[in-house]
């Protein structure tokens, strides 16, 4: 009799499996044709079949992968799958706020099909002369995307600027599956063990001398709580895109690309003075609302050179 399970931990050959009629986990093996020719034919978060022996007969298809591809192999590196939510974390205090990071992770979710959630964290410290988190939340606002104002070390605290907190929070994360994202020391731990009621606490893995921090392990695992799932996985927290085809970043920038198909010529690289960009020849360039698009034009500009670096023939 064949059992539905999900891979909570995986190794070359052995998989911890938590079998979902019953929520035993298991320690489980695969059939060897799982396991020919590609590493990542089982990976965490996969839905799989096992028989009475626990041995993992059928992976079943996968909503969304979180992958890279590794340039110098041309490969195809999954890490985990069937994640439903990314959290966002940032600080708006130390470490500063950085959009451009905001906005890699939200390629990477756009990329893989993940809904992402913006969390301001440390709001106890902010700063209005520092940050504009307004602007910031209506650049967020601008593609649908719902912003929290938490605290994570300060539970009761009340929200000031945006709609949503900490409790708010909670309610999108409970049953589902997420992963969080963010720079080190913007306070990840701390929320999830905040978001979870303490049932989920995560041992940071940034170790060494001060300010040469550095992640000891890449290997990825689920983290489980009544509440909530979490898709723990070091391995994919780098903020680079070298990987992506400079010709398809426009497509994970869905507020530009709409504006950029109306440019003259095909190959515009909406540049000031450029003839016939939409960006600059249809906007008014003193609205607000131009200025929130312009930064995110920014924000893709600087992909678009760091991505051009690697020749595209390399990533296909």
Not at 42 to 70: A, C
Not at 121 to 144: A, C, H, Q, T, W
Request: glycine share 6%.
């Amino acid at each position: 009799m064949l059992r539905k399970a999900r891979v909570f931990k995986s190794g070359k050959r052995e998989f911890d499996c938590k079998v979902l009629e019953t929520s035993e986990m298991v320690m489980a093996t695969a059939l060897g044709n799982l396991l020919k020719g590609d590493e990542n034919s089982i990976v965490v978060g996969d839905y799989v079949m096992i028989d009475e022996k626990n041995t993992i007969v059928e992976v079943l298809p996968r909503t969304n992968e979180m992958f890279r591809l590794i340039v110098r192999e041309q490969k195809k590196k999954v890490t985990a799958s069937n994640c439903e939510l990314m959290v966002i974390v940032s600080s708006v205090s130390r470490p500063e706020y950085k959009r451009g990071i905001v906005d890699r992770f939200l390629v990477r979710a756009h990329q893989w099909g993940i809904r992402p959630l913006m969390v301001f964290n440390k709001m106890d410290e902010y700063d209005p002369s520092v940050l504009d988190i307004k602007f910031e939340f209506d650049r967020m606002n601008n593609l649908g995307i719902e912003c929290f104002e938490v605290s994570a070390a300060i539970p009761d605290y009340k929200n000031q600027y945006l709609e949503l907190g900490l409790e708010d929070l909670k309610q999108r994360l409970h049953g589902k599956t997420s992963i969080f994202l963010g720079q080190s020391g913007v306070g990840k731990s701390k929320l999830i063990s905040a978001t979870s009621d303490g049932k989920i606490t995560l041992l940071s893995r940034d170790v060494g001398r001060v300010g040469k921090g550095k992640h000891t392990t890449t290997w990825s695992e689920i983290v489980d709580s009544d509440a909530m799932s979490l898709i723990d996985s070091p391995g994919i927290r780098s903020f680079g895109v070298e990987d992506l085809l400079e010709e398809e970043l426009i497509t994970y920038f869905p507020d530009l690309e709409e504006g950029a198909v109306q440019c003259k010529f095909s190959n515009c690289n909406h540049e000031e003075g450029t003839a016939g960009c939409f960006f600059y020849s249809k906007l008014d360039q003193n609205a607000y609302e131009t200025e929130l698009i312009m930064s995110r034009l920014e924000s893709f500009k600087r992909m678009k050179e760091e991505i051009s670096q690697t020749p595209s023939y390399l990533k296909r």
